[in-house]
C-alpha cells in the first residue's frame, strides 16, 4: 500500500468503521446471549418451571 | 432439517460447531485483510481506493444473503411450523442490517473520491437504501407486538414481502441505467476482474460469509434462551 497515495483517508475510513460496526455486533450478541444465560440461571435456581402449566400458554 | 427442529438438539449442536466457527472465521479474516491491505495492487484508475471494495461488495453480498435467509426461515414458518424459523429469521434481521449500513457507508465512502459525490438516488443505491429499511421495519414489527407467535406471523408477512426487493437490488444495474458499476463477479461469462482483485475479493467475501454464519448461530441461540426465558417469566407470573 502506498500511504502517500490520494484519498487513503477514504480506505481507512470505510475499514474503521467496518471493524467498529463488526466488533460491535460481535459484542452485542455475546453480552446479549450472556445476560440471558445468566437471567435464565436465576431463574432456574427459583426453581420456576421451564412451561407454564396451563393450557394454551405460548 | 426436521432433526434440528428440537431446540436442544440445535443448542448442543451450536455449542460443538461455534468455536471452530469463530477460529476459521479470524484466520479467514487475517487472511483476507493481508491480501486486500499488503498484497492487492493499486486499480490504474481508482488507486487505493479500491481496496475499499474488499469490505464493500462483502457487506453487500451478505445483505442480501441475510434476507434471502430471513425470507427462507419465513416462509417454513409460515408453511411447516418449523419451533426455529421464526427464531432464526428473527436473528437474521439485525446482522443483516448491519452488512446493509457497511454497504451503504462504506460504497458512500468509495463514491466521494471516485463519483465526486457521497450519494446518488440511482436504482442500487436506492433498492439497497430500501432494503435497509425494510430490515428495519422488520425489526420494527418484533419489538411493536407483544405477542411473539402473532408479532412471528406478521413479521414473515413483511420479510415475503420485502423480497420482491432482492431481484431489484441484484438486477437493478442492468434494467436500469445507473452510475453504479454492473456486476463484475456473479454475472454470465465469469468475473471480469483481474485475478489479482478478484482472489483477495473472494477470500474476503468467504471471510464474511464464516462472519455471518457464526454471528448467526450465535444469535439463533440467544433467541432460543430468551423464548425460554419468556416462557420462565410467564410461569412465574401464572404461579404468583
Not at chain 1, 21 to 32: E, F, T
Not at chain 2, 44 to 64: C, D, K, N
Not at chain 2, 75 to 85: C, K, M, Q, S, V
Request: glycine share 6%; net charge positive; charged share 15%.
Amino acid at each position: 500500500m502506498d500511504l502517500a497515495a490520494p484519498h487513503l483517508g477514504f480506505v481507512f475510513a470505510a475499514y474503521g468503521l467496518s471493524l467498529i460496526v463488526l466488533a460491535g455486533l460481535i459484542l452485542w450478541l455475546r453480552h446479549r446471549y450472556r445476560a440471558l444465560t445468566q437471567r435464565l440461571a436465576v431463574l432456574e435456581a427459583e426453581g420456576v418451571p421451564r412451561r407454564r402449566i396451563s393450557a394454551g400458554a405460548p | 432439517m426436521q432433526q434440528f427442529a428440537n431446540p436442544r438438539r440445535f443448542l448442543r449442536l451450536v455449542a460443538l460447531v461455534e468455536p471452530w466457527a469463530w477460529s476459521l472465521t479470524a484466520i479467514l479474516f487475517a487472511v483476507g485483510l493481508y491480501m486486500s491491505l499488503i498484497v492487492a495492487p493499486q486499480d490504474y484508475q481508482q488507486g487505493e481506493t479500491v481496496r475499499i471494495m474488499f469490505v464493500h461488495v462483502p457487506a453487500a453480498w451478505m445483505s442480501l444473503l441475510a434476507y434471502v435467509d430471513m425470507a427462507v426461515a419465513s416462509a417454513i414458518a409460515i408453511i411447516f411450523r418449523h419451533p426455529l424459523a421464526d427464531l432464526a429469521a428473527k436473528a437474521a434481521a439485525p446482522i443483516g442490517a448491519c452488512f446493509t449500513f457497511l454497504a451503504l457507508a462504506t460504497g458512500s465512502l468509495w463514491g466521494k473520491p471516485m463519483w465526486g459525490t457521497w450519494w446518488v438516488w440511482d436504482a442500487r443505491l436506492t433498492s439497497m437504501f430500501v432494503l435497509f429499511l425494510l430490515y428495519l421495519g422488520y425489526i420494527a414489527v418484533w419489538h411493536a407486538i407483544d405477542d411473539p407467535a402473532r408479532a412471528a406471523r406478521i413479521a414473515a408477512i413483511v420479510a415475503l414481502v420485502g423480497a420482491i426487493n432482492l431481484p431489484i437490488v441484484k438486477f437493478s444495474v442492468d434494467w436500469w441505467n445507473t452510475l453504479h458499476q454492473p456486476a463484475s463477479v456473479f454475472r454470465m461469462g465469469g468475473p471480469t476482474l483481474h485475478p489479482a482483485i478478484l482472489t483477495p475479493l473472494l477470500v474476503m467475501g468467504t471471510a464474511y460469509l464464516a462472519l455471518f454464519v457464526t454471528l448467526h448461530l450465535t444469535a439463533i441461540r440467544a433467541e432460543i434462551m430468551a423464548r425460554r426465558l419468556r416462557q420462565m417469566e410467564l410461569a412465574r407470573a401464572d404461579a404468583v
